[in-house]
C-alpha cells in the first residue's frame, strides 16, 4: 500500500491472463544484498498501446524502499517497453491515503510531467533517450529466462 503507484490489485487469474496477454508483460523483482535475501520485494505490469508502454502496476515492498530498487525496477521496464519497439514509457500515479511518499517517483527517476487523466497523475520518458539510469552502487543481475 505504502509502494503501491496506482492502488490497482490484481487476482491470480488477472495475473495470469496478463501474462498470457501479448500486449502485457508482468516482471517481478527478487532483490537480495550484502545480508542476505530479501525474495521477491517488487512487482510492474507494463501494458502496450501502440507506440506508448503504459505502467499500469508498479508496486515495491516497503522494506526495500529508498535502497534504489525502484529505479531498477522502472530501468528493466523501459528495457522491455523499447525492445518491444514502444518509443514512450507512460507512468502513473493514483494518491491514495497511504502512498503518498512516492507521488514523487517519477519527477525522481527523470520523467516529464504529462498532466491528469482522470484521478491519475501521468509522467513520461521518451524511450529514444534510453533508460532511466540504476543507482552506480546497484549489481544488476537479469534473468530474464527464469520468468516474464
Request: charged share 25%.
Given at each position: 500500500?505504502?509502494?503501491?503507484?496506482?492502488?490497482?490489485?490484481?487476482?491470480?487469474?488477472?495475473?495470469?491472463?496478463?501474462?498470457?496477454?501479448?500486449?502485457?508483460?508482468?516482471?517481478?523483482?527478487?532483490?537480495?544484498?550484502?545480508?542476505?535475501?530479501?525474495?521477491?520485494?517488487?512487482?510492474?505490469?507494463?501494458?502496450?498501446?501502440?507506440?506508448?508502454?503504459?505502467?499500469?502496476?508498479?508496486?515495491?515492498?516497503?522494506?526495500?524502499?529508498?535502497?534504489?530498487?525502484?529505479?531498477?525496477?522502472?530501468?528493466?521496464?523501459?528495457?522491455?517497453?523499447?525492445?518491444?519497439?514502444?518509443?514512450?514509457?507512460?507512468?502513473?500515479?493514483?494518491?491514495?491515503?497511504?502512498?503518498?511518499?512516492?507521488?514523487?517517483?517519477y519527477?525522481?527517476?527523470?520523467?516529464?510531467?504529462?498532466?491528469?487523466?482522470?484521478?491519475?497523475?501521468?509522467?513520461?520518458?521518451?524511450?529514444?533517450?534510453?533508460?532511466?539510469?540504476?543507482?552506480?552502487?546497484?549489481?544488476?543481475?537479469?534473468?530474464?529466462g527464469?520468468g516474464?
Amino acid at each position: 500500500n505504502q509502494f503501491n503507484l496506482t492502488t490497482r490489485r490484481c487476482d491470480a487469474t488477472t495475473l495470469q491472463a496478463l501474462m498470457d496477454d501479448p500486449d502485457a508483460h508482468v516482471l517481478w523483482l527478487d532483490l537480495k544484498d550484502r545480508f542476505g535475501a530479501n525474495g521477491i520485494v517488487g512487482c510492474a505490469i507494463l501494458r502496450f498501446q501502440g507506440e506508448d508502454a503504459v505502467i499500469d502496476s508498479l508496486m515495491l515492498s516497503c522494506r526495500v524502499i529508498g535502497r534504489g530498487a525502484e529505479a531498477v525496477l522502472v530501468n528493466k521496464i523501459a528495457a522491455i517497453a523499447r525492445g518491444r519497439g514502444a518509443r514512450t514509457l507512460i507512468g502513473e500515479f493514483i494518491p491514495s491515503e497511504r502512498n503518498a511518499q512516492v507521488a514523487d517517483l517519477y519527477s525522481r527517476l527523470g520523467f516529464v510531467p504529462a498532466g491528469d487523466v482522470g484521478s491519475a497523475r501521468r509522467w513520461t520518458w521518451a524511450l529514444l533517450e534510453g533508460e532511466p539510469p540504476v543507482p552506480g552502487w546497484i549489481e544488476v543481475v537479469d534473468r530474464d529466462g527464469e520468468g516474464q
